[in-house]
Nanobody
Framework: QVQLVESGGGAVQTGGSLRLSCAAS????????MGWFRQAPGKEREFVAA?????YSADSVKGRFTISRDNAKNSVYLQMNSLKPEDTAVYYC???????????????WGQGTQVTVSS
């Protein structure tokens, strides 16, 4: 059974940092995209960042968030710096997109971790 388990969420003040981790088990995701998405209350799930051999990120987080992966640990990470209140959301880890890496149509999803940024 494939599982993605996120950790590292929490509450921080504006300008703070958090590092999210996502550990995959049940199969290896070496040659496929792994990504991070987020969903704020009342909003659709949106793309944050993805990585295969190259990383990609949404314009709203460029220069502040960095995605990385460790294939030996079957894990992906999201370093979030200079956090803003508008970054508040549930953050989801995902693996193996059915189409492009931006659309939230991945095969595997984690359960989500809450990130709250206060002003």
């Amino acid at each position: 059974q494939v599982q993605l388990v996120e950790s590292g969420g929490g509450a921080v003040q504006t300008g703070g940092s958090l590092r999210l981790s996502c550990a995959a088990s049940g199969r290896a995701f070496i040659n496929t995209f792994m990504g991070w998405f987020r969903q704020a209350p009342g909003k659709e799930r949106e793309f944050v960042a993805a990585i295969r051999w190259t990383s990609y990120s949404a314009d709203s987080v460029k220069g502040r968030f960095t995605i990385s992966r460790d294939n030996a640990k079957n894990s992906v990470y999201l370093q979030m710096n200079s956090l803003k209140p508008e970054d508040t959301a549930v953050y989801y880890c995902a693996a193996e997109p059915r189409g492009d890496y931006v659309t939230p149509n991945y095969v595997y999803w984690g359960q989500g971790t809450q990130v709250t940024v206060s002003s």
